[in-house]
């Protein structure tokens, strides 16, 4: 009759070493991986109606048109159409961010940009302190921004798509 074999005992002095060891090592690598991924991300300058992260860097390659508006300002709501058809017929050249003067719900906002027709991205948080201005004292009120970064305006009140390309002519002069 063949000897059952049985089963040796796990050495469980080994098993706590390597577990312990592998543990900290794992714990070490996501450390370094955690750290090296904050560091490559930056935080967001603002937020859109969408929930997306944004960053005024992406617009380092163009001219920004930061539009303040809100759904109480008549002016604001004529300007919309304007705004549109720059947006439609510039932006490979500029690019229009418009901010809430109101601080509302993303929804809310959601909801502003359907009943407006709103084409152009629409900011859910302020992005003043990232921007170096401070709220406007009338609306509607635009700003340019160029590319490195230096500030024109406001420009007040509703604007044209003719007073637009006006505005951005004479700020490329003088930038």
């Given amino acids: 009759m063949k000897k059952k074999q049985m089963l040796q005992p796990i050495n469980y002095i080994k098993i706590t070493k390597v577990t312990k060891y592998t543990s900290l090592k794992l714990s070490i690598m996501g450390l370094i991986v955690g750290l090296f991924l904050n560091a490559c ?40 159409p304007e705004l549109n058809h720059f947006y439609q017929q510039y932006s490979d050249e500029y690019a229009i961010l418009a901010v809430s003067f109101d ?55 509703p604007q044209t798509l003719e007073s637009l390309l006006a505005a951005f002519t004479n700020a490329k002069k003088s930038n």
């Fill in 41 to 80: 991300s930056q935080p967001a300058d603002f937020y859109y109606v969408d929930g997306r992260e944004g960053r005024l860097k992406d617009y380092n390659d163009k001219w920004l048109l930061i539009n303040y508006w809100a759904e109480w300002c008549k002016p604001c709501i004529e300007e919309v």
């Fill in 103 to 157: 601080s509302v719900e993303s929804i809310v906002l959601m909801k502003q940009v359907e009943k407006y027709n709103m084409l152009y991205p629409l900011v859910a948080s302020i992005p003043k302190p990232n921007l170096g201005i401070g709220m406007p004292t009338a609306l509607p009120a635009n700003y340019l921004r160029s590319p490195e970064g230096k500030i024109f305006g406001p420009l007040l009140g």
